[in-house]
């Protein structure tokens, strides 16, 4: 089968995008993913790399921990691309990611559904994957982010067909770096009132929403709203944030209801600063 598919470890795409960027290591919380110019990027790759080959689709490899991010459920949503997701742990490692990439590479090439195929990694790991794949006639073009000779494994850029490097200019057509970090601090609670009652969850649910909407760059708000759709389930990223800065406010934990309330006033909040409402 002339098809083409993409496999992309997202972990080393943000790692190394975001050395080459700031030549530090950068939070991931601080990144923005343009998500239609990087799947844009990876088709015309597929394409110069395979020399035409049809695509499949592009798979694209990233930990969770409980739940989709807001990035996860934009690329999920596109067309030609299937998001698979293993797991992160306490320690903010990944478990499970590569695994996947693996297992599907592998059964691609022994299912004959490929000829070719495209991959953004810089992991020595992945070498097995790349060998197994040849064995059944498979061309492995492996991918990476300037500079190659030292965000790839030289055992892994050895074991590949064909080698390219994404350049630095490429690099920020899809990737940018915020001030932007998802984990604020908890406000203390509110003062009492003037009674000397407590602050009321309309208090709290009132500073928890201008609070984090105040966080949230303008781009990644319509990203956010459109991740939410008419699902009206807020990622978990964002979630956690919302109900955790509500409860700091208040200074006692929210009922059920409480957080039905504080979501939903969230969701009509966020969709009135950018203009618009849904059913």
């Known amino acids: 089968m002339e098809r083409v598919a993409v496999f992309v470890d997202a972990g080393y795409l943000f790692a190394q995008g975001a050395t080459n960027l700031t030549n530090n290591k950068v939070s991931r919380s601080q990144l923005t993913l343009n998500a239609a110019e990087i799947v844009n990027q990876l088709k015309t790759l597929a394409q110069t790399q395979s020399g035409g080959r049809t695509l499949l689709r592009v798979y694209w490899y990233d930990g969770a921990k409980s739940g989709p991010t807001v990035e996860q459920i934009t690329l ?35 299912n004959q559904a490929i000829s070719d195929a495209v991959v ?14 040849q064995t059944f006639g498979v061309r492995v073009h492996l991918i990476g982010l300037e500079p190659c000779s030292g965000s790839q494994s030289r055992l892994l850029r050895q074991e590949a067909d064909t080698t390219h490097e994404i350049s630095k200019s ?29 602050p009321t969850f309309e208090e709290g649910k009132t500073q928890s929403i201008a609070t984090l909407i105040s966080q949230i760059p303008t781009g990644t708000q319509s990203i956010l709203d459109a991740a939410i759709g008419n699902s009206d389930i807020i990622p978990a990223q964002y979630d956690r944030r919302l109900l955790g800065t509500c409860r700091g406010a208040i200074g006692r934990d929210l009922s ?24």
Request: hydrophobic share 45%.
């Open 120 to 133: 953004v990694t810089g992991d020595g790991d992945l070498r097995i994957a790349v060998q197994i794949a």
């Open 256 to 279: 059920g209801d409480e957080r039905r309330l504080l979501r939903k006033a969230f969701i009509a909040e966020l969709r009135k600063v950018l203009g618009h409402t849904k059913p």
């Open 76 to 110: 999920a949503d596109m067309d030609d691309v299937k998001v698979r997701l293993g797991t992160i742990n306490s320690a903010g490692q990944q478990k499970g990611v590569d695994s996947l990439l693996v297992t599907d590479m592998i059964d691609l090439a022994r």
């Open 170 to 198: 490429e690099i920020g057509k899809f990737l940018a770096v915020s001030t932007f970090v998802a984990q604020i601090p908890l406000p203390t609670a509110l003062p009492l009132s003037a009674s000397g009652l407590k």
